[in-house]
Nanobody, 122 residues
Framework: QVQLVESGGGLVQAGDSLRLSCAAS????????MGWFRQAPGKERDLVAA????????YHRNSVKGRFTISRDNAKNMVYLQMNSLEPEDTAVYYC???????????????WGQGTQVTVSS
């Protein structure tokens, strides 16, 4: 069982930066692939970025490449999403997710956080 708690969301202006954090419970965090998803109002939940259990492999969706970076600190049971050059289109609820898998990204995730709101004004 893994429990995930996101933080770091907020209201920012276009061009600003935010860093989202996800704190994970459990002693086997380093066995889990992690992902960040987002869901805008009226839209489906989309994968934004994913990272392997060791942190050695990452995935970023095309629309955030060069602006967002996923990372993790297994010693602290934390995963991060650094978001730079934010755009109004990035406005969404951002979710952290976990899956005991080496795939990047895995086809499904088993554990989810409650989400954190990111709002980017123009």
């Amino acid at each position: 069982q893994v429990q995930l708690v996101e933080s770091g969301g907020g209201l920012v202006q276009a061009g600003d930066s935010l860093r989202l954090s996800c704190a994970a419970s459990g002693r086997t965090f380093s066995s889990y692939g992690m992902g960040w998803f987002r869901q805008a109002p009226g839209k489906e939940r989309d994968l934004v970025a994913a990272i392997s259990p060791s942190g050695g492999r990452t995935y970023h969706r095309n629309s955030v490449k060069g602006r967002f970076t996923i990372s993790r600190d297994n010693a602290k049971n934390m995963v991060y999403l650094q978001m730079n050059s934010l755009e109004p289109e990035d406005t969404a609820v951002y979710y952290c997710a976990a899956k005991n898998s080496l795939l990047v990204p895995p086809p499904v995730y088993d554990y989810w956080g409650q989400g954190t709101q990111v709002t980017v004004s123009s």
